[in-house]
Nanobody, 127 residues
């Protein structure tokens, strides 16, 4: 059983930056496909970014609205994944969730592809 704990959320002004972290325990981290999702009030949970399990390289994936502003990375030595968020906008305000999948084939943008979820961390961007 994999446990995920997010940290790093907070309140920031538009144009600012935050770095979210997700610490994983209880599984073979290097084999996990990791993703970040977010959910704003009254909206469905949506895909933000993902990074594949470790290989020669780990492909990354982003929703179009965050490309060029957000960067996902993983630190296998520390069993953690990070989401660096720059040039934040008020529309980025949401609860951000870390997710993990141990499946061989992952539809990275679908919540159904992930087996484990963190409790979420609030990100609020003021205008």
């Amino acid at each position: 059983q994999v446990q995920l704990v997010e940290s790093g959320g907070g309140l920031v002004q538009a144009g600012g930056s935050l770095r979210l972290s997700c610490a994983a325990s209880g599984g073979s981290f290097s084999r996990l496909f990791m993703g970040w999702f977010r959910q704003a009030p009254g909206k469905e949970r949506e895909f933000v970014a993902a990074i594949a399990a470790i290989s020669l390289y780990s492909p990354t994936y982003y929703v179009d609205s965050v490309k060029g502003r957000f960067t996902i990375s993983r630190d296998n030595a520390k069993n953690s994944v990070h989401l660096q968020m720059n040039s934040l906008k008020p529309e980025d305000t949401a609860i951000y969730y870390c997710a993990a999948s141990n499946r061989l084939i992952v539809a990275e943008r679908s919540t159904d592809s992930y087996d484990y979820w963190g409790q979420g961390t609030q990100v609020t961007v003021s205008s």
